[in-house]
DNA sequence: GGTAACTGGGTTTTT
DNA sequence: CCCAGTTACC
């Protein structure tokens, strides 16, 4: 079934060359043409093993394997969309016939979903985000000490954060605390008691959070009979990204692929910029270690930027961990990237829309630019000077669409349509309502959970609100129930619109706007196969700009990408900005208290560097605002980020902004100008 | 006891 | 922009 590299050759003298491997380098080809033993590439950035991972795909199904036996494991959703379909044209399937492909996240819920009865869960599950597990932490914590303010308390988010890291990492909450929470240690047994009872009520609300989802998978794929069955129905499981995983999902790869079989993992050490959330990059190594006939090919031809590009990275690339791998050009040696010094931060701003432009003017498009940057906010003053310029851009990372209030308001009503058990979502639903505060909304909470069938005998609960809510709530329940009644995701999540409308106008001022938003939501919906699975996959994968939602772009439209660093992950510009290259924001302060926090900004300047193919500007303000947003508006004299050091800027051509100058335009003069004040006090 | 409206202080990165 | 804390009103 899989043929060797050998006979591969041969057969190319007698058949057509088969479209996967041409131009591929000899690197490439031997990854693609590998068998079925452990392969881990090891590749630098820009290297091309998108190209070699899908040509690995297409050769796999031309050497016989069926498509729908091969899962293709990525970081995002984006990513295995764009490597499965360039497969598939590759070698010409039936499009019912690819293979399977997704986030871990996306792949564990469909497995889960399918098995939800052996893994004893509710059929209606609902999958909540971070911030829901938020939500419901926030409900809970009073009850374990952990409200108020009198003593200092981990808030829900960290608290979130902290559950989720003991789970993704598999340590114990004690040894979480110590290394990466010291000042949440003494709370640590009311957080234990508040983690066991959080995982309790989430199972009781039939809740799955992010780290559920993976666990869950996790503990189908041990059983003994049913998951070795799952888990044959692959023969091949190829991973990206392998740097930024975390035990848990070393785990699931590992049950995928026992002994490694069939197992293909690409990643790169220098590139691992997911401690924060429990990844680990020693995971590449241990592979490595752990299968002793694994083959490792290391890709360090870089298909993608200039030579001079390379040279920065070269040198900011971290020497400590990786394999010392240094990447060659092959589009030679290209203009010297920029190290711009500019007086402040608003110079810096006017600086780099001013590159922006002067590369479109070099007919570099817009959409080929990208400014990235440490944090979303850190591109306020950025926005406002393209803005002023009237240059059109978009926003990737930060603040998400599905994380916008009325979208939520949205979300969560449509999901208690098949989970009347989901207490945050009535929570939430409730709250919305006029006269209905937190204390109002926990009681109806209890009553509509008391309730067998809520949304049958809604009366009910509209009989135990305060009087003056009742109508409105009677409105909302009812217009659920038709929704219910409704089998088509279109129609069912228009209906779950109007329910929400009157409480929306009442609560927002800018009510009109946010509709249209739901509205084109809902018509998104109308193309699910059912509302349900269709909610779990967009809080799986959120849309990612504010723009994805405003239909299809046009052709023609030009826009400029502002990325945070992470967003920007895989992804590649002719000309790259990254402004505030200045200790504090890159590196940022927040991690430049551990040694291996440290090292993980050095990666996502490492990171941001190589996304460049031919232009490169880096932007150091001279003076920075001691708060990064909010009244206080006074300077104080940036530093230089630390990884600029003197060999990285050696590769650099360093270049002084001129300071702005202000010039007050001089008209005619009159004969004579006086001032006088005498009759303020006459 | 409970809700709404206002104020002042603070903001990393994401499946 | 989101939060916690305060205050005025029911």
Known sequence: MHGSAGALLACKHMFPTPAWDEGLDEAQLAVASHGAGPLVVVAGAGTGKTRALVSRVASLIQRGTAPERILLLTFTRRAADE???????????????????????????????????????????????????????????????????????????????????????????????????????????????????????????ALLDFDDLLLYWRALLSEEDLGRHVAEMFDYVLVDEYQDVNSLQVDIVRLLAPKGRGLTVVGDEAQAIYGFRGADFHHLRELVLDFPDASMITLQRNFRSRQGILDVANTVRPNGDGVGLRLFSERGRGVKPSLVHCHDASAEAAAVVERVLEAHERATPLREQAVLLRAAHHSDLIEVELTARKVPYRKYGGLRFLEAAHVKDFVMTARLLDNPHDEIAWYRLLRLHQDIGPARARALVGTALATPDVLGDWPQLVAAAPAAARS????????????????????????????????????????????????????????????????????????????????????????????????????EWSAVHVPHVVDGFIPIDMALGTADGLEEERRLFYVAVTRARDELYLYVPLRMPYHRRGRDDRHGFALQSRFLEEEVISALDVVEQPVPRLRVPVGPVPAKISVDLSSLWA
């Open 472 to 571: 409105a709530l009677a409105g909302t329940l009812d217009k659920m129930v038709e929704a219910r009644s409704l089998p088509a995701p279109g129609r069912r999540a228009e209906t779950v619109v109007a329910a929400i409308r009157p409480l929306l106008v009442g609560r927002y001022p800018d009510a009109a706007v946010r509709l249209r938003d739901l509205e084109r939501l809902a018509a998104a919906a109308a193309k699910a196969p059912d509302l349900s699975s269709w909610l779990a996959e967009l809080t799986l994968d959120p849309p990612e700009s504010t723009g994805d939602f405003a239909g299809p772009p046009h052709l023609d439209e030009d826009y400029l990408i502002i990325s945070t660093i992470h967003s920007a992950k895989g992804l």
């Open 83 to 205: 490597m499965l379909s360039r497969a598939t044209n590759l070698v010409a399937l039936r499009s019912d016939r690819r293979p399977w492909g997704g986030t871990f996240h996306a792949v564990a819920h469909r497995y889960v979903a399918a098995y939800a009865v052996p893994l004893g869960l509710p059929t209606g599950f609902s999958v909540i985000d971070p911030g829901e597990a938020g939500d419901l932490m926030e409900l809970m914590r009073g009850d374990y000490d952990l409200g108020g303010t009198a003593v200092r308390s981990p808030r829900s988010a960290t608290l979130v954060d902290i559950y989720s890291r003991c789970i993704n990492t598999g340590h114990r909450l004690h040894e979480v605390l110590e290394v990466d929470y010291p000042w949440c240690k003494p709370h640590l047994d009311a957080m234990a008691e508040l983690f066991g009872a959080y995982t309790a009520r989430k199972h009781q609300a």
